[in-house]
C-alpha cells in the first residue's frame, strides 16, 4: 500500500516562507508525477503546482507563480514544495498527491494517491 507523508506546515507572518515535504512510502511506487493541491475552510480543493518525474515541466496556479517552487528529489521518493512571500489567503490545508499519468494535472481526479494533508496559516 502507498502512503504519502506531508510534513512541514505552520503558522508563519505575512512575507515569511515555508517548505513543504511530501515523501512517498509503501510498495515500490516511484510516481511520473506529483501535484501540490490546497483547501481553504468552506472552499474546494484546489491545484496549487504539479511537476514530472524529469523535474524538467513544472506547473502551477497563477496565485502562486514566481512565489512558490514545487521540486522533486527521486532518490528519496519525496516533493517539496517550497513557499515564499507568503500572503494571508495562501491560508489553507497543503495536500501532496501522486499520479501515473501527466494528462490533466491541474485536476484532481488525475491523482490515485493523496497524502493526509498538512495546516499552513499565514497571519497578517
Known amino acids: 500500500q502507498v502512503q504519502l507523508v506531508e510534513s512541514g506546515g505552520g503558522l508563519v507572518l505575512a512575507g515569511g516562507s515555508l517548505r513543504l515535504s511530501c515523501a512517498a512510502s509503501g510498495r515500490t511506487f516511484s510516481p511520473n508525477y506529483w501535484g501540490w493541491f490546497r483547501q481553504a475552510p468552506g472552499k474546494e480543493r484546489d491545484f496549487v503546482a504539479a511537476?514530472?518525474?524529469?523535474?524538467?515541466?513544472?506547473y502551477y496556479a497563477d496565485s502562486v507563480k514566481g512565489r512558490f517552487t514545487i521540486s522533486r528529489d527521486n532518490a528519496k521518493n519525496t516533493v517539496y514544495l517550497q513557499m515564499n512571500s507568503l500572503k494571508p489567503e495562501d491560508t489553507a490545508v497543503y495536500y501532496c498527491?501522486?499520479?501515473?499519468?501527466?494528462?490533466?494535472?491541474?485536476?484532481?481526479?488525475?491523482?490515485?494517491?493523496w497524502g493526509q494533508g498538512t495546516q499552513v496559516t499565514v497571519s497578517s
Open positions: 498527491a501522486a499520479a501515473s499519468a501527466g494528462y490533466g494535472l491541474r485536476e484532481r481526479a488525475t491523482y490515485q494517491y
Open positions: 511537476l514530472s518525474r524529469s523535474g524538467l515541466s513544472t
